[in-house]
């Protein structure tokens, strides 16, 4: 291993100890506050993503990266008080959130999570979108003196453009003509098996999120390239948040670890998959989770890979059948 190597994965180590320690800082508030959802799940994903890429496409735009989650939260929250779980409901909040991406001419894809999260938790207390708030605006603050103070990367090896290419245009606004009714149609597919079978975490907020991502940019090679890894990857966070949060006191020492072995799941699967550590602290926002947590997210995350791969299979007939009709 050549010294420029090791230099970079010295920077790299450093970058996400710093995203383990924002995320210990934050569940040792909730735990002390009584706040639960102050370890707003996707703060796992966004921290990881514009530490380790300070100059990508969510660290680029700070204030975006504050308000979208904090309007869809309070968007979400607002419905869930006047509205009760179901299908409809859950993509009734979805579409508003996506309203709200559009409008603000946002990436920030994680806002969506922030809205559908309390109508899958049944939350109903205003302290859920001023946590939002709270907690991004401490990550903007550390984004801009990491940026200013941290490891820099001046010299990336043409490898890590490529994947830093790759990972902004799946960050980058969806253009693909019908990827909305796409996602909403398997928003509302989902949401009916989550309310038909009571396992509301079938359709668990991140899931979301990753859709979106899928169904915005499909012509975007990335982690659906293997797509076994997917449910295997979200399975094993899952299971080890789960365990962390269930054995592990006290609480913020849980997160930090599930946080960790997370990412270093990520690492030996070789994947950016950042909304697979938001599905890791799903568990300490939870009432009780159990057994039932895991197995809706292996029966989600393969429902999407499913859902996926057949739209895929549609699209590219499509394409050949443009293609056979313009050359007859």
């Not at 599905?279 to 292996?298: E, H, W």
Request: charged share 15%; hydrophobic share 55%; with cysteine.
């Amino acid at each position: 291993m050549t010294q420029i190597s090791v230099s970079k994965n010295v920077s790299r180590s450093v970058s996400e100890a710093v995203v383990v320690a924002f995320i210990g800082a934050i569940a040792f508030t909730a735990h002390t506050t009584g706040i639960a959802l102050l370890l707003f799940p996707e703060l796992a994903a966004l921290s990881h993503d514009v530490i380790t890429r300070p100059r990508g496409k969510w660290a680029s735009q700070p204030l975006r990266l504050i308000l979208t989650p904090t309007i869809t939260a309070v968007i979400g929250l607002y419905f869930t008080r006047h509205l009760s779980y179901g299908a409809l409901s859950v993509a009734f909040i979805v579409a508003l959130s996506l309203m709200v991406i559009k409008l603000m001419k946002s990436t920030i894809a994680p806002a969506i999570s922030a809205g559908a999260l309390p109508m899958v938790l049944s939350e109903r207390s205003w302290l859920y979108p001023l946590a939002i708030f709270g907690g991004l605006t401490l990550l903007v603050l550390i984004l801009l003196m990491w940026r200013q103070y941290g490891t820099r990367d001046d010299h990336p090896t043409l490898s890590e453009t490529e994947h830093s290419n790759l990972v902004d245009a799946l960050e980058a606004l969806p253009h693909d003509r019908l990827w909305t009714v796409t996602l909403m149609a398997f928003v509302l597919g989902l949401g009916v098996a989550a309310q038909l079978t009571h396992l509301r975490f079938i359709l668990f907020p991140p899931l979301i999120v990753m859709a979106y991502e899928l169904f915005g940019h499909p012509e975007v090679p990335g982690w659906m390239k293997r797509p076994a890894l997917f449910p295997a990857v979200c399975l094993l966070t899952a299971t080890i948040g789960l365990i962390a949060e269930r054995t592990i006191h006290p609480s913020f020492v849980a997160a930090m670890v599930t946080v960790l072995c997370s990412v270093v799941v990520l690492h030996l699967f070789d994947v950016h998959m950042p909304p697979a550590l938001a599905v890791g602290l799903l568990p300490f926002v939870m009432d009780a989770p159990d057994y039932r947590f895991v197995l809706s997210v292996l029966l989600g995350t393969a429902s999407l890979t499913l859902y996926y791969l057949c739209y895929k299979r549609i699209r590219q007939a499509k394409r050949t059948n443009r293609f056979e009709a313009v050359n007859l």
